[in-house]
């Protein structure tokens, strides 16, 4: 086992060489003062430039640095999760490499911690340097999960926060493919509470979420956390068979009872194209759902460690 320390802070880092060395200033200033041991769990999902080299020269003189360093790029998810399989401490802050999230915040985390919550998560009340479509795409998806989901996950948050062991644990040992983490940290419960700030600009480079990712990482949240969208199918083709069946008693009505002619080319390739559409998108949705499915029955391991820095001995299988 590695010295047990007080706390880890895991950090995914996907080509972020252009902050990365500011971000363990910043970290280590925020960190010193609070007197206590701790690690920094870097984690290297793949970078194709020269974020390794540098955290691999800052673990040099501060062995308190560690990577874990990727095969390929396997997603923020992944490597986050990565980090807490692999992080000691008797508390975990999950916190992103571009700075968005203050490391200052850390303390007062802790302090709510010492106040007996199990989980302090941040809660975003403004949101700096994010385009208008970013913000209401998140608004309006966090808003649209809480509506499909039983469990209650809260809105305007990220994965900035601090968690005691036990809850580390509790995820550590859910290894699903798909993996919305904010959501699975509601689903283990314990006592949670929320510490509101201020979300900065990125510090510098880009993000590393194109809108690609963000529809996936939402796609997986609502199929993790809800079946509503396949129940959806049955409702709606209930309604529809409804409408039809008193459409047809009407038809009927009339051709049996008036001298009505039945028209209609231009409403029947309308209806025909609606319908078709409907069945075709319910298709996709269940689509999301059998591939996910298949995804979890391959039961492949989550990530695969190409290397690791400053872990002092083996303390868990490489292939989780
Ligand atoms: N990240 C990662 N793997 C990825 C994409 C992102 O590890 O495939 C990391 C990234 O380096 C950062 C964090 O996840 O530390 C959040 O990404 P980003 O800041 O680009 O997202 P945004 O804040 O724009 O939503
Ligand atoms: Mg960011």
């Given at each position: 086992m590695n010295e047990p320390v007080f706390l880890s802070v895991v950090v995914p880092m996907y080509n972020e060489e252009e902050v990365i060395e500011t971000t363990y200033r910043r970290l280590t200033s925020a960190l010193e003062p609070i007197g206590e041991t701790y690690e920094l769990v870097f984690?290297?999902?793949?970078?194709?430039?020269?974020t390794a080299k540098i955290v691999r020269k800052l673990g040099d003189d501060d062995k308190r640095v560690k990577m874990i360093d990727f095969s390929r790029n396997f997603g923020h998810q992944i490597a986050v999760t990565a980090g807490m399989d692999y992080s000691s401490g008797r508390v975990v802050v999950l916190i992103d490499a571009?700075?968005?999230?203050?490391?200052?915040l850390i303390p007062e985390m802790i302090a709510k911690w010492r106040e007996g919550y199990d989980v302090i998560y941040g809660q975003r009340i403004v949101r700096k340097g994010e385009s208008l479509f970013k913000k209401w795409t998140a608004a309006l998806f966090y808003r649209l999960l809480r509506s499909m989901t039983s469990v209650s996950i809260p809105v305007?948050?990220?994965?900035?926060r601090l968690m005691d062991r036990k809850v580390c644990d509790a995820l550590s040992s859910m290894?699903?493919?798909?993996?919305f983490i904010r959501g699975m940290v509601s689903w283990a419960g314990f006592r949670q509470t929320a510490l509101e700030y201020v979300r900065e600009e990125?510090?510098?480079?880009?993000?590393?979420?194109?809108l690609r990712k963000m529809v996936r990482l939402s796609l997986d949240a609502i199929t993790s956390f809800s079946t509503k969208p396949l129940k959806f199918a049955g409702v709606l083709g209930f309604i529809m068979s409804a409408v039809g069946f008193i459409y047809l008693l009407v038809v009927l009505y009339q051709r049996l009872f008036t001298d009505t002619t039945m028209q209609g080319w231009t409403s029947m390739v309308v209806i025909s194209l609606l319908f078709h559409g409907i069945t075709l998108s319910l298709l996709g949705v269940l689509g999301e759902y059998i591939g996910r499915t298949y995804e979890e029955a391959k039961r492949r391991p989550l990530y695969l460690v190409a290397d690791k820095l400053n872990f002092e001995k083996e303390n868990k299988s490489e292939f989780k």
């Open positions: 984690v290297n999902d793949g970078s194709r430039d020269n571009d700075l968005q999230d203050p490391p200052e305007d948050t990220g994965d900035f290894r699903e493919q798909s993996r990125r510090f510098a480079g880009e993000t590393k979420y194109p």
